[in-house]
């Protein structure tokens, strides 16, 4: 079983905006945490990472619209979505980067045009 547990996912409208949660359900300790996405038909591709000092990535199709943090004492992530685009739908996942572990459920994104 996956040590955290994505939420937060639903169907909105292109331009809305959506913050996804990344819950640790057991004891955990990880630097750098990511945030994953695959869309229907495609690989699944990195969307952010954040590491327990706060420095952070972006793949380039996200930068100025997602931002990821994470709270280390309650051990949460979130990614916030601004600005969604119908390109934007796909399951999304929480993994660590350099020591991922097997994938969760993730969490369903569907932005309509």
């Known amino acids: 079983q996956a040590p955290m547990v994505e939420s937060g996912g639903g169907l909105v409208q292109a331009g809305d905006s959506l913050r996804l949660s990344c819950e640790a359900v057991s004891r955990i300790r990880v630097d750098a945490l990511g945030w994953y996405r695959q869309a229907p038909g495609k690989q699944r591709e990195l969307v952010a990472t954040?590491?327990?000092?706060?420095?952070?990535f972006y793949a380039d199709s996200v930068k100025g619209r997602f931002t990821v943090s994470r709270d280390n004492a309650r051990l949460l992530m979130y990614l916030q979505m601004n600005s969604l685009e119908p390109e934007d739908t796909a399951v999304y996942y929480c993994?660590?980067?350099?020591?991922?572990?097997?994938w969760g459920r993730g969490t369903q994104v569907t932005v309509s045009s």
């Open positions: 954040i590491t327990t000092a706060g420095d952070t």
């Open positions: 993994n660590a980067p350099n020591t991922p572990w097997t």
